[in-house]
């Protein structure tokens, strides 16, 4: 019997941007640059991962279509 399982994580992206400007950006400024897709992502990690439930599947009934 096939079993559906459910995990939570916690997904990790390290990487790096670049901002052009001619006042030091805020930490806000850092943020929505990265928000709007500018943003060079070189690795994800995901730590913190817990199975949160199982529960079985319902399988198909297999009729025989042949009378």
Known sequence: M??????????????SISIESDTKPTR??????IM???????????KDIKLCGE?????KPVHDLSR
């Open 55 to 59: 529960t079985p599947t319902k399988s």
């Open 36 to 46: 709007s897709g500018n943003a060079y992502i070189g690795n994800t990690d995901y």
């Open 2 to 15: 096939k079993m559906k399982y459910e995990f939570s994580f916690t997904e990790m992206n390290y990487g």
């Open 28 to 33: 806000s400024d850092v943020v929505d640059a």
